[in-house]
T-cell receptor
Framework: SAVISQKPSRDICQRGTSLTIQCQVD?????MFWYRQQPGQSLTLIAT?????????ESGFVIDKFPISRPNLTFSTLTVSNMSPEDSSIYLC???????????FGPGTRLTVL | RKEVEQDPGPFNVPEGATVAFNCTYS??????FFWYRQDCRKEPKLLMS???SGNEDGRFTAQLNRASQYISLLIRDSKLSDSATYLC????????????FGGGTRLMVKP
């Protein structure tokens, strides 16, 4: 497996502001993903973070709202922009790649928007 | 129809009971299947992969039924610590990197 960390682990933010979440892996990975999990719900894929190019977004998610960076094979950021209370959720990064049999998740960032 | 479906539960069982969950998938071309466990307020963690021949890990047995397009997870001799949400995941791309998750089945094991 891979060791994955996320920062911050939790935050409480005011509506209209933005928050950037960081995901760091202890080894180089091929794929990095960002998910959202709202209370009592399952995982919803936001986008695939591509190293050196624009992220690939799933239906219903757009770059202006969730800009993503992936400057190298071990690090990615997700920004939640112009937040509203509906963005309150847990945001999880996951990784997969050579030597990994499936996706492994970071510990998540619990976001509350007031 | 959702791509991956699970009964949300909750399944309330006494300690020592045997409990089974199913997960159906719609893409007949799917090749990789997994069960994850998610504790409250934690991230999903891989419990086990599901192989064509089925696989067993201690009290946990996973099976794949390609003809009916479902996977199953059997837990024997349930422990209090088995209480969690169990998510099935099915690969959704040819490379096997993308996963589609079911909604999860909640298990509560009671004394």
């Amino acid at each position: 497996s891979a060791v994955i960390s996320q920062k911050p682990s939790r935050d409480i933010c005011q509506r209209g502001t933005s928050l950037t979440i960081q995901c760091q892996v202890d080894s180089q990975v091929t794929m990095m993903f960002w998910y959202r999990q709202q209370p009592g719900q399952s995982l919803t894929l936001i986008a695939t973070a591509n190293q050196g190019s624009e992220a690939t977004y799933e239906s219903g998610f757009v770059i202006d709202k969730f800009p993503i960076s992936r400057p190298n094979l071990t690090f990615s950021t997700l920004t939640v922009s112009n937040m509203s209370p509906e963005d309150s959720s847990i945001y999880l990064c996951s990784v997969t790649g050579v030597g990994l049999d499936t996706q492994y998740f970071g510990p998540g960032t619990r976001l509350t928007v007031l | 129809r959702k791509e991956v479906e699970q009964d949300p539960g909750p399944f309330n069982v006494p300690e020592g009971a045997t409990v089974a969950f199913n997960c159906t998938y719609s893409n007949s071309a799917s090749q990789s299947f997994f069960w994850y466990r998610q504790d409250c307020r934690k991230e999903p963690k891989l419990l086990m992969s599901v192989y064509s021949s089925g696989n067993e890990d201690g009290r946990f047995t996973a099976q794949l039924n390609r003809a009916s397009q479902y996977i199953s997870l059997l837990i024997r001799d349930s422990k209090l610590s088995d209480s969690a949400t169990y998510l099935c995941a099915v690969n959704s791309d040819n490379a096997g990197n993308m996963l589609t998750f079911g909604g999860g089945t909640r298990l509560m094991v009671k004394p």
